[in-house]
């Protein structure tokens, strides 16, 4: 089985938390009620996804590589997310 990681990362991405977000607070749409815990499970994905698939060391923020020197950005993503899902 091969894994689609392309389409794994269209669908888990902020671009789909903030659709879904739109949907439920600006036009209301009762089928996206009850969406917040979708909207933050996709964002704190995209944003680990980020994080593990850097490949400059000049990007900035969540899309910089993992650094000791740059804990203040990842690492309060990390222990507060990662732990809860796995």
């Known amino acids: 089985m091969t894994m689609k990681v392309k389409l794994a990362t269209q ?6 938390a903030d659709g879904i977000e739109f949907c439920n607070k600006d036009l209301q749409l ?5 969406s ?9 994905f995209d944003r ?5 698939n850097s490949r400059s060391s000049l990007a900035k923020l969540f ?3 993992l650094r000791t020197g740059k804990e203040d950005y990842w ?3 990390v222990s507060r997310y990662v732990f ?3």
């Open 11 to 16: 669908l888990i991405s902020s671009s789909v």
């Open 30 to 34: 009762l089928e996206f009620r009850n």
């Open 36 to 44: 917040e815990g979708t909207v933050e499970f996709l964002q704190t």
């Open 48 to 52: 680990i996804f980020d994080f593990t």
């Open 63 to 65: 899309k910089s590589p």
């Open 75 to 77: 690492k309060p993503i």
């Open 84 to 86: 809860i899902y796995f």
